[in-house]
């Protein structure tokens, strides 16, 4: 396939989304009476969703037929404004903000749209069915997210989230279009993997604003180093799994990498809030044991999941990697239940598996 390099505006772009995803992070931090209310797990959730839709709308245009052209790059920072709107409209008070929440994220969407229609006028054969199909029925799911203006209290979210979800499922419905017209999966993964890098850094800063280590106090100085310890050893795993042991000339529609990275990314996210919540000690202990274990166990299975199907097949896992993986998960997790442990102990804990998990998956 066509070698395709990642371009600047591209990256600019991404440092968008990243700010709306820290934005975002930022609701798992609101503890109440030692735990995290489900309210605001559940508006973590419903403001993510969005975020990650509206960066893998465009980020599949231009995978499968952005040229940076002049009126491409045009759309793109039209789009950048609407981003921005969308970014500031993020709050945990999420109803006084949401019409010009729906404005941002409308305007992405159509933008997206618009250009599919656009470049099905310059394509043939398989490709021009593609754009044609992903240009007409995302206006389905745009309509129905409009109409949420003409609603009040839960049921306008009901019709947003509606429209977002039958947004999601046009690309699964119309896979027997997009398998003929495949995503160039060396770029596609290079644009999951640096918005993820992103993400990684985005972690380590936002966890050092958090613990701020001064002078002597070294049980800040140990937790800053093992949270180190921790993300590097995830961003091992990651970027050696990507650079070395995916076959990145296959040719699929690429679903599992787009869908599979929905997860991933919430899982850091929830990471970087469970090293900041750890640390802060403002979380009960069994509550904070069950969420940092939840988000390190769907980060697992989602990296699994993402990385089975596209690496050699040499050097994918088997049922006792997965089996291995687990079991380590579930005797920390279990240990910490039967007796209480500090919480460095835990972030210790949870380096090792990541260590454990990095060395068998990239050798």
Same mark, same amino acid.
């Given at each position: 396939?066509?070698?395709?390099?990642?371009?600047?505006?591209?990256?600019?772009?991404?440092?968008?989304?990243?700010?709306?995803?820290?934005?975002?992070?930022?609701?798992?931090?609101?503890?109440?009476?030692?735990?995290?209310?489900?309210?605001?797990?559940?508006?973590?959730?419903?403001?993510?969703?969005? !975020?990650?839709?509206?960066? @893998?709308?465009?980020?599949?245009?231009?995978?499968?037929?952005? *040229?940076?052209?002049?009126? *491409?790059?045009?759309?793109?920072?039209? *789009?950048?404004?609407?981003?921005?709107?969308?970014?500031?409209?993020?709050?945990?008070?999420?109803?006084?903000?949401?019409?010009?929440?729906?404005?941002?994220?409308?305007?992405?969407?159509?933008?997206?749209?618009?250009?599919?229609?656009? @470049?099905?006028?310059?394509?043939?054969?398989?490709?021009?069915?593609?754009?044609?199909?992903?240009?007409?029925?995302?206006?389905?799911?745009?309509?129905?997210?409009?109409?949420?203006?003409?609603?009040?209290?839960?049921?306008?979210?009901?019709?947003?989230?509606?429209?977002?979800?039958?947004? !999601?499922?046009?690309?699964?419905?119309?896979?027997?279009?997009?398998?003929?017209?495949?995503?160039? !999966?060396?770029?596609?993964?290079?644009?999951?993997?640096?918005?993820?890098?992103?993400? $990684?850094?985005?972690? @380590? @800063?936002?966890?050092?604003?958090?613990?701020?280590?001064?002078?002597?106090?070294?049980?800040?100085?140990?937790?800053?180093?093992?949270?180190?310890?921790?993300?590097?050893?995830?961003?091992? *795993?990651?970027?050696?799994?990507?650079?070395?042991?995916?076959?990145?000339?296959?040719?699929?529609?690429?679903?599992?990498?787009?869908?599979?990275?929905?997860?991933?990314?919430?899982?850091?996210?929830?990471?970087?809030?469970? /090293?900041?919540?750890?640390?802060?000690?403002?979380?009960?202990?069994?509550?904070?044991?069950?969420?940092?274990?939840?988000?390190?166990?769907?980060? $697992?299975?989602?990296?699994?999941?993402?990385?089975?199907?596209?690496?050699?097949?040499?050097?994918?896992?088997?049922?006792?990697?997965?089996?291995?993986?687990?079991?380590?998960?579930?005797?920390?997790? !279990?240990?910490?239940?039967?007796?209480?442990?500090?919480?460095?102990? /835990?972030?210790?804990?949870?380096?090792?598996?990541?260590?454990?998990?990095?060395?068998?998956?990239?050798?």
């Amino acid at each position: 396939m066509e070698e395709k390099k990642v371009t600047w505006l591209e990256l600019f772009f991404d440092l968008l989304f990243v700010a709306a995803v820290a934005t975002t992070t930022h609701v798992l931090l609101h503890v109440e009476k030692g735990y995290i209310h489900p309210e605001y797990l559940l508006k973590f959730a419903l403001m993510f969703i969005p !975020i990650w839709w509206s960066w @893998v709308g465009q980020t599949l245009f231009i995978n499968r037929f952005g *040229q940076d052209f002049l009126h *491409q790059r045009l759309l793109m920072i039209l *789009q950048m404004v609407f981003v921005l709107t969308m970014i500031s409209s993020l709050s945990v008070d999420f109803d006084q903000y949401y019409l010009s929440f729906l404005i941002g994220y409308i305007g992405i969407r159509t933008l997206t749209a618009i250009q599919y229609l656009v @470049v099905q006028r310059l394509e043939e054969g398989d490709r021009k069915k593609a754009a044609w199909f992903l240009g007409t029925r995302f206006w389905i799911g745009i309509i129905i997210s409009f109409l949420s203006i003409f609603f009040d209290s839960w049921i306008r979210y009901a019709v947003l989230y509606a429209g977002i979800a039958v947004d !999601i499922i046009v690309p699964v419905y119309g896979r027997k279009y997009l398998v003929k017209a495949p995503t160039n !999966i060396a770029h596609l993964l290079e644009r999951f993997a640096l918005l993820t890098l992103i993400l $990684f850094g985005e972690s @380590v @800063v936002s966890t050092l604003s958090v613990l701020q280590p001064q002078k002597g106090d070294w049980d800040s100085i140990s937790f800053s180093i093992v949270s180190f310890i921790l993300i590097i050893s995830m961003w091992w *795993q990651y970027f050696d799994n990507v650079e070395k042991k995916v076959n990145k000339s296959i040719q699929t529609a690429g679903q599992t990498i787009i869908y599979g990275h929905l997860f991933i990314l919430i899982s850091l996210s929830m990471i970087a809030a469970s /090293i900041k919540l750890l640390f802060l000690h403002e979380a009960h202990y069994s509550f904070m044991l069950y969420f940092v274990f939840s988000s390190v166990l769907l980060y $697992f299975l989602a990296t699994t999941t993402v990385f089975h199907q596209y690496r050699y097949e040499q050097h994918r896992l088997t049922i006792y990697h997965l089996g291995l993986f687990l079991g380590i998960l579930a005797v920390f997790f !279990i240990i910490n239940l039967i007796m209480v442990v500090p919480n460095i102990v /835990i972030m210790g804990e949870l380096s090792l598996f990541f260590i454990i998990y990095a060395k068998l998956t990239t050798t």
